[in-house]
């Protein structure tokens, strides 16, 4: 019971990999507030839909979980969408989008959970960032810039609030088993389950990452044994690296 007396927030709860979080969390004593834009079906202490497009609804966002948990111990900041074509193919739409979801509200989030940690004498944020933040995979130059961005955020935080006790790092997936690998498929004409086969056989491990395996590394980011941690981007990769 690693998260026992804890609360925590976590967006993109609705998702493949934040729906493993939360359950893990919960299941290890954490009071759990969940994000996205329809939690119903999803089991928590607090429930708060929203647009993480609405600058407002994020900046709010901790101080409501706060009022209703009595505070914000963890903040994972997971929720993402990906835009796919190279610069040619970007209209403005997919830049608002993609740099609004996956940059602009977590700035936005940890932003406001910052200062709630540090009067409660400390925290910890876990960013969901990508390999690609760390290198650049082809054709996705806006998902990429979007979680080097993160990538880079989780760095920065990671060192100027150590000394109040938050502690900010982030997992790099590579390829995981949810809907936004399998729309991408899917958009392709591909039959996922087939994809994903072929996709297995180019991991070193033999298999692409389920949600578990990602969620999993997050807790323990989140968790006390990860304690002397701050700043780290951990890749999480079953041994493939980007191509
Ligand atoms: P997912 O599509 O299953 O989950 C993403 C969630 O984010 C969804 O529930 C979605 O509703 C939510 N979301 C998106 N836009 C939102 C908005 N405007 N307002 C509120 N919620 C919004 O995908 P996932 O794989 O679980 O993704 C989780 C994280 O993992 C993302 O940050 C993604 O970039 C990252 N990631 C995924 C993979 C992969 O292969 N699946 C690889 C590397 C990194």
């Known amino acids: 019971m690693r998260f026992e007396g804890k609360t925590a927030l976590v967006t993109g709860a609705a998702g493949g990999i ?5 359950r893990g969390l919960r299941a290890e004593g954490a009071r759990v507030a969940v994000t996205d834009r329809d939690t119903g079906g999803i089991e928590a ?3 708060f839909d929203g ?3 609405d600058g407002a609804f994020c900046d709010a966002l901790p101080g409501r979980v706060a009022d209703a948990l009595c505070g914000v111990d963890i903040l994972c900041n997971n929720a993402g969408v990906i835009t796919r ?3 040619t193919t970007a209209s403005d739409a997919d830049y608002a989008l993609t740099m609004g979801v996956n940059v602009e509200a977590p700035f936005r989030i940890a932003r406001a959970a910052i200062p709630i940690m540090a009067a409660a004498g400390g925290g910890a944020i876990v960013n969901t960032a990508s390999c690609w933040g760390l290198q650049p995979g082809p054709n996705h130059p806006l998902y990429v810039m979007s979680k080097a961005a993160i990538a880079s955020l989780t760095e920065c935080l990671g060192r ?3 000394h109040q006790g938050i502690r900010v790092n982030a997992v790099c997936p590579n390829e995981v088993n949810t809907s936004m690998l399998r729309t ?3 958009v392709r004409g591909l039959d996922p389950d087939q994809a994903i086969a072929t996709l297995n056989a180019s991991v070193p491990l033999g298999r692409i990452a389920e949600p578990d395996d ?3 590394v997050i807790l323990f980011l989140a968790s006390d044994a990860a304690r002397y941690m701050c700043g780290a981007l951990v890749p999480v990769n079953g041994g493939k690296p980007v191509v």
């Open 51 to 53: 647009d993480l497009l």
């Open 160 to 162: 100027d609030h150590a």
């Open 214 to 216: 990602i969620a999993d």
């Open 18 to 22: 934040g729906q493993a979080i939360v």
């Open 184 to 186: 991408g498929f899917a």
């Open 45 to 47: 202490e607090a429930h």
């Open 85 to 87: 074509g190279d610069i």
